[in-house]
């Protein structure tokens, strides 16, 4: 059973910094993209960020969030870490991990950050920003 576990959240002033973390087991975490995607009330469901770990090196993030949030993994521990520094109450919202195969049969697949790409959900973490 493919399970992803967000931890992390809280409450932090604006200005501050938060690391999420995702733990993922029931599949290889290795061949997996694994990716941050935020919904704030009465939003849509937008990505954030994510990382390749076939290659560990490519990476994919929102222009609202670059240079203050850092997308990371430790394949070893199959978790992926988002450092988000500076925040701001915008980015107050439940954020979920999800995780899509990038090895499919032969092919390598790339995938937009976008919420239909994703196969694989966590039940999401609160992140509240105050001013």
Same mark, same amino acid.
């Given at each position: 059973? #493919?399970?992803?576990?967000?931890?992390?959240?809280?409450? #932090? /002033?604006?200005?501050?910094?938060?690391?999420?973390?995702? +733990?993922?087991?029931?599949?290889?975490? %290795? %061949?997996? #993209?694994?990716?941050?995607? @935020? /919904?704030? *009330?009465?939003?849509?469901?937008?990505?954030?960020?994510?990382?390749?770990?076939?290659?560990?090196?490519? !990476?994919?993030?929102?222009?609202?969030?670059?240079?203050?949030?850092?997308?990371?993994?430790?394949? +070893?521990? =199959?978790?992926?870490?988002? /450092?988000?520094?500076?925040?701001? *109450?915008? =980015?107050? $919202?439940?954020?979920?991990? +999800? $995780?899509?195969?990038?090895?499919?049969?032969?092919?390598?697949?790339? *995938?937009?950050?976008?919420?239909?790409?994703?196969?694989?959900?966590? /039940?999401? !973490? @609160?992140?509240?920003?105050?001013?």
């Amino acid at each position: 059973e #493919v399970q992803l576990v967000e931890s992390g959240g809280g409450l #932090v /002033q604006a200005g501050g910094s938060l690391r999420l973390s995702c +733990a993922g087991s029931g599949f290889t975490f %290795d %061949d997996h #993209v694994i990716g941050w995607f @935020r /919904q704030a *009330p009465g939003k849509e469901r937008e990505g954030v960020s994510y990382i390749n770990n076939l290659d560990g090196s490519s !990476t994919s993030y929102a222009d609202s969030v670059k240079r203050r949030f850092t997308i990371t993994s430790d394949n +070893a521990k =199959n978790t992926v870490y988002l /450092q988000m520094n500076n925040l701001i *109450p915008g =980015n107050t $919202a439940i954020y979920y991990c +999800a $995780a899509t195969a990038t090895r499919v049969g032969g092919a390598i697949y790339v *995938p937009l950050l976008r919420s239909y790409e994703f196969k694989y959900w966590g /039940q999401g !973490t @609160r992140v509240t920003v105050s001013s």
